[in-house]
């Protein structure tokens, strides 16, 4: 029982730290927005960077959506949205300007976007428990009479 409590807690706080990060990646796309100087609308290679950080943050509200209602499409939500994370992170680092641009790139790649990769990677692969059938539930069905249900 005191295990099913710890991982029930951790659950919980892995669905907070993806809210929250989702949450604060709204006014960071602010930010981005701003420091593009009116560039929003055209075709640059800065405003991409402006719509992966929107699309990080509706697949981390997402995730976490979905892990509080321990759905079954949480695995997979996580492992692409870990997969943006890196990609956000390869992408920031090889496309940053030498020196402070660089460092600030790689900071963030290495105290928050692969982290928080790392993070949905472990949510993915323990949350496929949440995919599989229960065995009270195969039992059930093996136990009871023919329906509809259990025939098709």
Not at 76 to 81: G, S, W
């Amino acid at each position: 029982m005191r295990h099913h409590r710890l991982v029930d807690r951790r659950w919980r706080v892995l669905t907070w730290v993806f809210t929250i990060c989702g949450v604060l990646l709204v006014p960071w796309t602010g930010v981005l927005v701003e420091q593009l100087h009116g560039h929003a609308g055209q075709r640059r290679f800065d405003s991409s960077w402006v719509g992966l950080d929107v699309l990080e943050a509706v697949c981390l509200l997402g995730v976490a959506q979905l892990m509080r209602r321990q759905h079954r499409a949480t695995s997979p939500a996580a492992a692409a949205t870990a997969a943006i994370l890196c990609m956000d992170a390869w992408f920031d680092t090889m496309s940053a300007a030498p020196q402070l641009p660089y460092a600030e790139a790689l900071a963030m790649a290495c105290f928050a976007e692969l982290p928080l990769a790392a993070l949905l990677a472990w949510t993915a692969w323990h949350s496929l428990r949440w995919a599989t059938p229960r065995e009270d539930v195969i039992t059930t069905r093996a136990a009871s009479p023919a329906t509809p249900e259990t025939t098709r």
